[in-house]
Every structure is written in structure tokens, then in C-alpha cells.
């Protein structure tokens, strides 16, 4: 089988494979403080916690939370039934325009998942949540 590289995520994704790279310690640099309502991470409470008011502009703080339910249920398609507070941020840097390197972050991540398809495949498992849903 032959495994998609850098290259190929960029190409897919229109993911960057250039820019800054995304480390576990990276951290916002603008200073601002977000208010994102983590109290319950399942994605239904999620969103009904940090939805905005219908016919108002998307402010900072809704537009995050989007980036972090779009991250954690379609870009890395968490394996859980909840969004992963530990892309938060991740979501604050990509809400504040900041260019960075995601291609490198999200192909380790697809092989991480493709290992663990392949492992319920080998003990005949039935494979659930691979799409970010149950």
C-alpha cells in the first residue's frame, strides 16, 4: 500500500505544508483573551453553548468555536463523541489569520487513524467514528 505524503495532504486539502510549525507548546501571540464555553464538550451542548444571537454578526468567540468543532469532528475526525478541547489553540491561531504549517499536523494524524482502521479491520471490530461520527 503506498501512504500519501506531504505533498499529496497539501494537494488534497489545500492544506499549506509551508508556514509556521505547529507545536504542542505554540500559543496565540496577539494577547486577546477568547471566552469559549468548554463547560460540555459534546457537540451538540457545544455548539448551543457557543452559538451567537440569530441575525447578528459571527464575533471572534462563535467563529472560534466553529474552527473548533470543524477541527476536531472533520479535519482530524476525533475518535470521541465530543470536541477536543486540545485544538483550541490551534483554533484561536487559525481564527487570528496566522499562516500556519497544518498539512505537517494532519498527516500524522490520518496515519495514526489509518493504523487504528487497520488494526479493528485485523481483529475483525466492527469500525465506528472513522468520519467523526458514530
Not at 477568547?34 to 454578526?57: C, M, V
Not at 491561531?93 to 500556519?100: F, G, I, P, Q, V
Request: glycine share 4%; charged share 20%.
Amino acid at each position: 500500500m503506498i501512504m500519501p505524503t506531504l505533498l499529496d495532504i497539501a494537494a488534497i486539502t489545500s492544506l499549506p505544508p509551508l508556514g509556521e510549525e505547529i507545536l504542542a507548546t505554540t500559543k496565540s501571540t496577539t494577547g486577546v483573551k477568547y471566552a469559549i464555553d468548554i463547560s460540555s464538550t459534546t457537540y451538540q451542548s457545544f455548539i448551543l453553548n457557543n452559538k451567537g444571537q440569530d441575525e447578528e454578526p459571527v464575533f471572534d468567540n462563535e467563529h472560534i468555536a466553529f474552527l473548533l468543532y470543524w477541527l476536531s469532528g472533520v479535519v482530524f475526525c476525533a475518535q470521541s463523541i465530543q470536541v477536543e478541547v486540545t485544538y483550541l489553540p490551534l483554533a484561536i491561531m487559525l481564527a487570528e489569520d496566522r499562516k500556519l504549517c497544518l498539512a505537517k499536523l494532519f498527516l500524522p494524524r490520518l496515519y495514526l487513524t489509518l493504523d487504528w482502521i487497520t488494526d479493528l479491520m485485523r481483529e475483525k471490530n466492527r469500525i465506528t467514528n472513522v468520519n467523526g461520527l458514530v
